[in-house]
Structures are given as structure tokens and as C-alpha cells.
């Protein structure tokens, strides 16, 4: 069993920057960061292997978002530079017990999930 504790949300201006955090629990396996507006579907923002070797992002995130992982800590990374009004919504962190080396950007891959945090950018 996983446990997967998200932290790190709140209000931003737009062009401002948030760090997420998601501290887990058990063993390490991928973990990816996904997102839900109100009235959107969930979609993935990022990925990143077990080992850190790997990451993948949604491509209105590419050169914005970076995703990161600190083993020692078994916590995973979401900073988020300019951020915009679309990057506003909850933001939750998943763990992928089956992925390898490649990632998987389904969120019904994913078995273990984080209460999720609020992502608010706004002026």
C-alpha cells in the first residue's frame, strides 16, 4: 500500500512560480502529476520514472513545469514557473506500481493517488 500526500498549492499571479510536493510512503514506483479543472476532464501534466532517469510532460507544460524526485526523501516535485490562468485547478500526484522505464500518461494506469491541492492563478 501507497500513501501519497500532496503540498505546496495556493494563489499565484499570473507569471508567478509554485513548488508541489508529494511525500510517499512504501516503495518507490513512477509517479506522475495529473490535474482537474471544474467541469474538465482529469489530464496529465508529468511524469517521472522510479529511478529519476525519465520524466515526460504535457506539451502546455513543456519548458514551464519540471518534475523531480528526491529518493532519500521518497518525495516527488512539481515546480511550476509562469504559470497562467489555464494552469488554474487541482493538481494530484499518482504513483504507477506497473510502469518501467515507460511512462504512461492514462490516469487509470495509475493505482495510488494523493487528496490532491489547489492550484490557483489568478491577479
Known amino acids: 500500500q501507497v500513501q501519497l500526500v500532496e503540498s505546496g498549492g495556493g494563489l499565484v499571479q499570473p507569471g508567478g512560480s509554485l513548488r508541489l510536493s508529494c511525500a510517499a510512503s512504501?516503495?518507490?514506483?513512477?509517479m506522475g502529476w495529473f490535474r482537474q479543472a471544474p467541469g474538465k476532464e482529469r489530464e496529465f501534466v508529468a511524469a517521472?520514472?522510479?529511478?529519476?532517469?525519465?520524466?515526460d510532460y504535457a506539451d502546455s507544460v513543456k519548458g514551464r513545469f519540471t518534475i523531480s524526485r528526491d529518493s532519500a526523501k521518497n518525495t516527488v516535485y512539481l515546480q511550476m514557473n509562469s504559470l497562467i490562468s489555464e494552469d488554474t485547478a487541482a493538481y494530484y500526484c499518482?504513483?504507477?506500481?506497473?510502469?518501467?522505464?515507460?511512462?504512461?500518461?492514462?490516469?487509470?494506469?495509475?493505482?495510488?493517488w494523493g487528496q490532491g491541492t489547489q492550484v490557483t492563478v489568478s491577479s
Open positions: 499518482a504513483a504507477d506500481r506497473l510502469a518501467g522505464e515507460i511512462l504512461r500518461r492514462i490516469w487509470t494506469a495509475y493505482e495510488y
Open positions: 512504501g516503495r518507490a514506483y513512477a
Open positions: 517521472i520514472t522510479w529511478s529519476g532517469s525519465n520524466t
